[in-house]
């Protein structure tokens, strides 16, 4: 793609409704890895109908990028639908497992207490370690890892985000 | 009734005539049930192949090609022609056995996860789990093979599901896929925009691709042209599209196309594409395409529209209803003046070619061949300079033109022109290849004995491999590496061992006899051309 194209890399949150069959999800990122394009993350679970899946899917590109991906996943036979969750329209959601190594009590109380702050959830407690759960969109998240620069982080689990649009406008019923 | 039953039933309920393949145990169930069945199979000497003919008979037919072969390497051995298959969109359904369904998954003898390795060349795949699901998973794989942008479907079916008992017998009248819903009538405001664009324009152009063919729009893309004197060009794919003597058609575009053809379209001030995916080797810099033109792009498929180029105007739908809608629009405009700047274009852009005495002529024998052929034949051509010949020289009247376009498989033709010739024995098929690509499939000349399959082969001979040493010539100054042929049969012999003439032609001298005795052969025959190796595209 070279040329007059718009070179501008976005980000765009993806939400598709696929028959739950087996494989769905290997033809669906076998097509962004053998298309290159890039996924920043992608999560999948049913819907209400046990038969069909609700993926969410973030993805970088320039704007010609993100169309083909929305143009050559809606091709996939088992894929439903396909739409762009519009930030200003959605609900994003990350959950993040962070395990966070403490020496001290002081070190514990800045933690819990940030903690607090960002409504998060101590999960799990050792006599040198903490493991902090936090539900947020991305920048949530991004900011109390920030807050925890100075700590060492163990271990650090983050699912990816999941969305829903706002209202029942954008609902699809499929 | 077992699955395998099941499998046989469905395939004629679909009206499948032939079915090419090549048993193994994992599919000897289907293949013991298909003797109770009037259809005919066809074994194939690799099953690469199968899927070749499979295409050629889809392409000759508009319907879709059927190949059965076994788990395993049968099901590997496939895959280059499911991937050429899906490269130029042809509706196939390729069935192969799987070993039992208890064993999948632990490496056993014989198993290669197949639907997961032709993945990204097949448009749709299924396992089968219960035989319960044959008649559904055959009836959607047929319909999503032959609709919308067409393509190969691949079924694997386990061995124990092939004999697996079934209760009961019905097979669908229609599919229930609620994911699967291709545009085929084309958006009218998008089509009134055409309308608009043709009444401004001074110098439109048609670029016909191979989806004119998909849809069988070439009547009505050829009544609308002729009705509003419209020029066309084709790219590879599309060639036939028009009669290559047509007065509108320029011939084919491209970095092997006639230099007239992509002058055309870079002249042009409105540029249709239809069925083309204005991909690298038929348009120069197709994101550029749209800088001085409006680009209107006609596919069946969404996804190519803006992939390559930006279109001005995108219209998604089938070829055949789009060109019949656009027909019964009024349509003001007039191109004479264009009409002539293209005539003196191709009058005076004419490739200078040298000739090679003591050698065929590939240009002026191919032509000698059309004018010779029957006027409904069907030319297959192979892949290497042979096809940019075949192309350029090839003088399509009301026949076809058969070629691997998109993936460029050598050794496509021979096994295509048996598909082509057993689904259409009342045709002249001539398959035409290079030395390279006649052996990589010259075990199917024992398909061709068997089967009694009247095709025809042409040889274009020079000892190399053309179409790399050509490159090599230009892009590494003579530094030839691994394009020489020798040790090579003498293909005459090869003829004889499967008790086939051979005509063997060293120069123009009596080329027109010779064609004559080829063409009127009641029996399988081949040609061999000696071509100088020097004799470029």
């Not at chain 2, 145990?25 to 074994?43: E, G, H």
Request: net charge negative.
């Amino acid at each position: 793609m070279t040329g007059e194209g718009n070179q501008v890399m976005n980000k765009r949150v993806f939400q598709l409704l696929a028959d739950n069959t087996s494989g769905v999800l290997s033809r669906i990122s076998g097509l962004f890895s053998r298309r290159g394009y890039n996924i920043e993350s992608i999560t999948a679970g049913t819907t209400a109908d046990p038969k069909i899946s609700r993926i969410t899917i973030v993805a970088t590109g320039d704007e010609k990028i993100l169309q083909q991906i929305e143009k050559q996943v809606a091709k996939l036979v088992d894929v439903r639908d396909i739409h762009e969750l519009k930030p200003s329209e959605s609900v994003y959601r990350e959950l993040a497992l962070i395990k966070v190594q403490t020496n001290s009590v002081l070190d514990r109380q800045y933690i819990m207490s940030n903690a607090d702050i960002f409504r998060a959830k101590i999960v799990d407690v050792s006599p040198d370690s903490l493991m902090v759960e936090l539900t947020g969109d991305q920048s949530k998240i991004d900011a109390f890892l920030n807050l925890l620069s100075d700590y060492r982080i163990l271990e650090l689990a983050r699912t990816g985000i999941a969305g829903l649009c706002r209202g029942t406008d954008g609902v699809v019923w499929i | 009734m077992i699955g395998a039953d099941a499998m046989v039933k469905c395939l004629e309920e679909e009206h499948v005539s032939m079915v090419f393949g090549y048993p193994g145990v994992a599919i000897c169930p289907f293949y013991n049930s298909i003797l109770q069945s009037d259809i005919r199979t066809i074994l194939v000497r690799t099953e690469q192949n199968a899927a070749h003919a499979a295409s050629g008979v889809a392409r000759t037919t508009g319907g879709v090609g059927v190949c059965a072969v076994t788990s395993g390497p049968g099901a590997t051995n496939l895959i280059t022609g499911i991937a050429t298959a899906f490269a130029d969109s042809i509706p196939l359904v390729c069935i192969t056995g799987q070993v039992n369904s208890e064993l999948l998954g632990s490496d056993v003898f014989q198993e290669a996860d197949i639907t997961g390795a032709v993945e990204s060349f097949v448009k749709y795949s299924y396992l089968v789990r219960d035989a319960a699901d044959i008649p559904r998973i055959f009836k959607e794989a047929f319909h999503i093979a032959s609709t919308g942008r067409k393509g190969p479907v691949l079924i694997d079916v386990p061995i124990d599901v092939q004999n697996a008992r079934m209760d009961k017998w019905s097979y669908p009248d229609s599919v229930s896929l609620r994911t699967y819903k291709p545009t085929v009538k084309g958006n009218m405001v998008q089509i009134k925009k055409v309308v608009k664009e043709l009444a401004k324009a001074k110098r439109p152009l048609i670029c016909a691709g191979g989806g004119v063919h998909l849809s069988n729009a070439q009547e009505s893309l050829r009544s609308f042209v002729e009705a509003y004197h419209i020029p066309v060009v084709s790219t590879m794919m599309g060639i036939g599209v028009m009669p290559t003597k047509h007065p509108l058609y320029y011939g084919m575009v491209g970095n092997n196309g006639q230099p007239y053809a992509n002058r055309a379209i870079s002249d042009s001030d409105l540029l249709i594409m239809v069925g083309a995916r204005v991909a690298d080797r038929a348009v120069n810099q197709p994101d550029l395409i749209t800088k001085d033109k409006v680009l209107v792009h006609i596919d069946v498929d969404p996804a190519e529209i803006g992939k390559n180029a930006g279109p001005t105007i995108p219209l998604v739908g089938d070829a055949k209803h789009i060109f019949e809608d656009l027909a019964a629009q009024d349509i003001t405009g007039a191109y004479e003046e264009w009409l002539a700047l293209l005539e003196s274009y191709r009058e005076r852009m004419q490739p200078r070619r040298e000739e090679y005495a003591d050698h065929v002529d590939p240009a002026r024998f191919i032509r000698m061949l059309s004018e010779e052929m029957e006027d409904d034949a069907v030319y297959v051509a192979d892949v290497g300079q042979n096809q940019i010949w075949s192309c350029a020289y090839h003088v399509v009247k009301k026949g076809q033109f058969l070629t691997s376009g998109g993936m460029g498989t050598m050794g496509y033709s021979i096994p295509a022109a048996v598909g082509a010739k057993l689904a259409n024995p009342q045709k002249q098929v001539v398959a035409v290849c290079g030395d390279g690509s006649f052996q990589m499939s010259m075990m199917e000349l024992a398909t061709m004995r068997q089967h009694d399959v009247p095709a025809k082969i042409i040889v274009l001979k020079n000892n190399y491999l053309g179409m790399v040493r050509q490159y090599q010539h230009f892009t590494y100054h003579d530094h030839y590496s691994v394009v020489d042929l020798s040790g090579s049969p003498d293909i005459a012999k090869i003829a004889a061992a499967y008790d086939m003439d051979c005509i063997v032609l060293e120069n123009m001298e009596h080329a027109k006899e010779a064609i004559r005795k080829f063409l009127d052969a009641k029996e399988p025959i081949l040609m061999v051309c000696e071509i100088h190796p020097m004799n470029l595209v």
